[in-house]
């Protein structure tokens, strides 16, 4: 007997104020510059956009235009800059630019600009042009940490976000002169892929998990053979990472503990632990499981390690025998946390989230083997892949189901997850989550 398959496709995009359809293949982008020091990474995201083969209207402040010329911002968008509503008056600019356009990202957006934007301001041509806009509004602040402590700026953010413009939490990290916090600006690659991802999916980053303490695994293993060998696998981490920058941006507290990555972007506000082996993410696990709401094991752990570790390398031709390996186990941390909460040593509401990268075989197909492996592993959710030769592990695409429990075995509930950036998958996944936890 087989469970029931629901199917979801990616929702309609919109604003706070209505409801549109795009072509993605050649999107209207208006991209806002505030007057702060980071204006100078507001270059790299237009060439973000253009190089997507999307079109794009740079609109400064006239303060930005202190640090960055008009000039740079017409080269790389190819086209022309104004900061004033009295320009292409007759063309009725300070409307038609934010009436006709799929997403405005605003990056920096200044203390400054956030509380005119909040008081519905339309002094100049980007806070007029946000204020007409009925497309994803997507703002990437970066000010001075007491600036963006302030309950001036928090209460500005909390009425931006009940509007339905999506606000980014900033990174952590060196800002003007000595100074480090909270408050840096997002690198512009990450800026453009989580605002893509609020296009794709409205509501991807709404504050739902204010107060939430979420623990996330991502990337391989590498059990050491020697000093310069190893077993693992080809994961990037990118799933990983997604949920991590999801579950930030919805409001929780998380902790990433990140195995071997590709060289990406740490998730603005995530506190990072790094391993390398499957034991000693189990021992991150396990100090760090304690007080969270959930859990998401999204790494892809090696199941086998070398029995031994040579402590230099081996050689072939030499007295080293390579022609065999000795393996021994690794722990199944998913199956460990099950049963930790089972017997008492964490909340029975504690959400356990597993993952499953399966190929199938010729009996089984990948979702036959993710509907045994929920069942055996007692989890609360699991993610199950179908991977292959570049398909999943390192691409910044997935596609998938999230299975769940049903009351017996085989009555599972199956949801179709759309192919869509990892980002927009790992909305699909932390929305599941969200429906099994409690209140």
Not at 65 to 89: C, D, H, I, K, Q
Not at 156 to 175: D, K, Q, S
Not at 284 to 304: K, R, W
């Amino acid at each position: 007997m087989t469970g029931l398959i629901r199917s979801r496709s990616p929702v309609g995009r919109g604003g706070g104020l209505g409801w549109f359809s795009v072509n993605e293949n050649n999107l209207n982008v208006l991209v806002g510059v505030g007057g702060g020091i980071a204006a100078y990474k507001s270059g790299a995201l237009v060439r973000y956009f253009t190089e997507a083969g999307h079109d794009v209207h740079v609109i400064p402040t006239e303060s930005a235009l202190r640090f960055v010329g008009a000039a740079t911002f017409e080269a790389l968008s190819g086209n022309p800059v104004s900061t004033t509503v009295f320009e292409g008056v007759d063309e009725v600019r300070h409307v038609r630019l934010g009436q006709d356009a799929d997403l405005i990202v605003i990056a920096p957006a200044t203390a400054d600009l956030l509380a005119r934007l909040a008081h519905g301001r339309a002094d100049d041509l980007l806070t007029a042009s946000v204020l007409v806009a009925t497309c994803p509004v997507v703002l990437a602040p970066a000010m001075h940490t007491e600036m963006w402590q302030n309950p001036a700026t928090r209460e500005n953010v909390a009425t931006l976000r009940r509007r339905g413009i999506t606000v980014l939490e900033p990174a952590h990290g060196r800002l003007t002169g000595t100074d480090s916090g909270a408050g840096r600006l997002p690198e512009p690659e990450h800026i453009g892929a989580l605002a893509t991802a609020a296009l794709d999916r409205f509501g991807v980053f709404r504050p739902s998990l204010a107060g939430r303490r979420i623990l996330i695994t991502a990337g391989g293993t590498h059990e050491a053979l020697d000093p310069v060998r190893y077993l693992g696998n080809a994961s990037s981490g990118r799933q990983g990472f997604a949920l991590a920058d999801v579950a930030v941006q919805r409001g929780a507290q998380v902790e990433l503990v990140a195995g071997v990555t590709d060289d990406l972007p740490v998730p603005s506000g995530a506190r990072v632990t790094r391993i390398r082996s499957a034991r000693e993410l189990e021992a991150a696990v396990e100090e760090l499981a304690g007080g969270v709401d959930a859990v998401i094991m999204a790494a892809a752990v090696a199941d086998f390690r070398p029995a031994s570790e040579a402590g230099a390398k081996l050689k072939k031709g030499g007295e080293d025998d390579l022609s065999t390996l000795a393996l021994a186990e690794n722990p199944d941390i998913l199956q460990g946390l099950v049963e930790r909460r089972r017997a008492g040593g964490l909340p029975e509401e504690v959400v356990i989230a597993g993952f499953a990268a399966e190929t199938g075989d010729e009996h089984h197909t990948p979702l036959d083997h993710a509907r045994a492996k929920l069942e055996r592993k007692g989890c609360d959710l699991l993610m199950c892949n179908a991977v292959g030769d570049g398909v999943v592990f390192g691409q910044n695409d997935s596609q998938g189901w999230i299975l769940t429990p049903g009351d017996r075995p085989g009555a599972e509930e199956v949801t179709e997850v759309p192919a869509s950036s990892k980002l927009v998958v790992a909305s699909y996944i932390v929305d599941a989550i969200e429906e099994l936890l409690p209140g």
